[in-house]
């Protein structure tokens, strides 16, 4: 039986949706638009549908990339989500961005044993998500929220020759670390809902499903609202 599942990654400024059978990816599309995750994703949704000639009804389950991420995105994405599952009363598959950024890239490039890899997201300032894997796929650290500087990585290159680091979080790091080649810095290397085809095939078969009703992203850390500079007067 082929198992057809429609992936959403809104978890960074690019708004991802893609399409596959069997954890294998049959069509992509990513949009980097401003607003593109409110105004867009339902329209991209449904051209990568006609672009396949699929249905909603064909459709075993929605795969969403779950976070860290852009709290606003995030929301979007799974709100599309769990609006579609309950819909067509299909099981809900979460992705953690990090794990599914990671093997995106370990699809791409090769990886060398005794380096370690991060996948980034980018967060305020000099902060990113990140989690840090082996060349093997394994977890060395788990997702958290990191401000990055000059020493960061002295721990982790006492044990490992090198550090890779990828994903919307990785670019502004370029300079930083432009002195050293055990820091190597992948840029331009953005999250895609391909990414989540062989994670979201492997949790369909599990069986290993979300409540559509109390699922909430994976924020990790609470939003932020910042005060307004200028106060206005009251009438």
């Not at 607003?35 to 339902?42: D, E, G, S």
């Not at 990191?146 to 300079?175: M, P, Q, T």
């Not at 949790?203 to 992203?217: L, V």
């Amino acid at each position: 039986m082929n198992n057809l599942i429609l992936q959403i990654d809104t978890s960074t400024t690019i708004c991802s949706v893609a399409l596959s059978e069997n954890g294998e990816t049959l069509a992509v599309i990513d949009l980097d638009e401003p607003n593109a995750h409110a105004a867009k994703l339902t329209v991209l949704i449904a051209e990568i549908l006609t672009q396949t000639n699929r249905t909603m009804q064909d459709l075993s389950a929605v795969a969403v990339s779950m976070g860290p991420g852009s709290y606003t995105g995030l929301r979007i994405g799974v709100s599309t989500a769990k609006g579609l599952c309950y819909a067509l009363d299909i099981p809900l598959i979460a992705i953690n961005t990090l794990e599914a950024l990671f093997l995106g890239y370990k699809g791409q490039f090769d990886t060398t044993e005794g380096e370690v890899y991060l996948p980034m997201i980018d967060a305020r300032r000099m902060e990113v998500y990140t989690a840090v894997y082996d060349h093997n796929a394994a977890l060395v650290k788990a997702t958290s929220a990191e401000i990055i500087d000059a020493d960061y990585f002295n721990e982790l290159l006492s044990s490992y020759s090198r550090v890779h680091l990828f994903g919307s979080g990785a670019d502004k790091f370029e300079d930083l670390f432009s002195s050293t080649d055990r820091v190597n810095i992948l840029t331009g290397f953005n999250d895609s809902a391909a990414f989540l085809s062989t994670l979201a095939f492997d949790k369909f078969q599990r069986k290993e499903f979300e409540d559509i009703a109390y699922f909430e992203p994976f924020y990790l850390k609470d939003f932020l609202v910042t005060p307004a500079k200028k106060k206005v007067g009251l009438l």
